[in-house]
T-cell receptor, first 114, second 113 residues
Framework: AQSVAQPEDQVNVAEGNPLTVKCTYS??????LFWYVQYPNRGLQFLLK??????LVKGSYGFEAEFNKSQTSFHLKKPSALVSDSALYFC????????????FGPGTRLSVLP | EADIYQTPRYLVIGTGKKITLECSQT?????MYWYQQDPGMELHLIHY???????EKGDLSSESTVSRIRTEHFPLTLESARPSHTSQYLC????????????FGEGSRLTVL
């Protein structure tokens, strides 16, 4: 079975500093990886995905993620954090062997301090 | 903006009532999903569908039921609500294919008194 881990429950970063939200995964084949963001009392919004190709994927709102096959990681990054980036972030992998369903990590709460 | 809509956004009801949470999407997606999420916590898949007349149970056992009579519509029903059903319910859809992402609705926050 496929699984996703987000080792940090909470990440705190000062505004203007770079941020990283970590994600590691376990899959049996080629991974299809996704990042989502959730603001309070809202649904999840898609940020970016890795399917194939360049290991560095660029997405919405200045976010990017780096796929590292040897470390089975897909960390989310942003060069300069904004207070408005404070939210809950979920990493997900699409399981092609499980009805094509999505397996989500437990989420990481990002707080950007002014 | 994703074209997937959930109603109601907020619902407060008494124990024993029957409720239906509505979900519709205009993207023509075959796959639709229902997730349950306590505030700020992880998502649990409770139901999904491959298309019309297809419904499957997810990872988390749920007393709710779903139906898929039309491609665009995937309602969730609780026959007799209990306080333990208090949660947020998120509907989502995707293309049937490895690279397609999930599109989420804004969620329905249910409180059972």
């Amino acid at each position: 079975a496929q699984s996703v881990a987000q080792p940090e429950d909470q990440v705190n970063v000062a505004e203007g500093n770079p941020l990283t939200v970590k994600c590691t995964y376990s899959v049996s084949g080629n991974p299809y990886l996704f990042w989502y963001v959730q603001y309070p009392n809202r649904g999840l919004q898609f940020l970016l995905k890795y399917i194939t190709g360049d290991n560095l994927v660029k997405g919405s709102y200045g976010f990017e993620a780096e796929f590292n096959k040897s470390q089975t990681s897909f960390h989310l990054k942003k060069p300069s954090a904004l207070v408005s980036d404070s939210a809950l972030y979920f990493c997900a992998v699409r399981d092609l062997n499980y009805g094509q369903n999505f397996v989500f990590g437990p989420g990481t709460r990002l707080s950007v301090l002014p | 903006e994703a074209d997937i809509y959930q109603t109601p956004r907020y619902l407060v009801i008494g124990t024993g009532k029957k409720i239906t949470l509505e979900c519709s999407q205009t993207m023509g997606h075959d796959k639709m999903y229902w997730y349950q999420q306590d505030p700020g916590m992880e998502l649990h898949l409770i139901h999904y569908s491959y298309g019309v007349n297809s419904t499957e149970k997810g990872d988390l056992s749920s007393e709710s039921t779903v139906s898929r009579i039309r491609t665009e519509h995937f309602p969730l029903t609780l026959e007799s609500a209990r306080p333990s059903h208090t949660s947020q319910y998120l509907c989502a859809s995707s293309e049937y294919g490895g690279g397609g992402e999930l599109f989420f609705g804004e969620g329905s926050r249910l409180t059972v008194l």
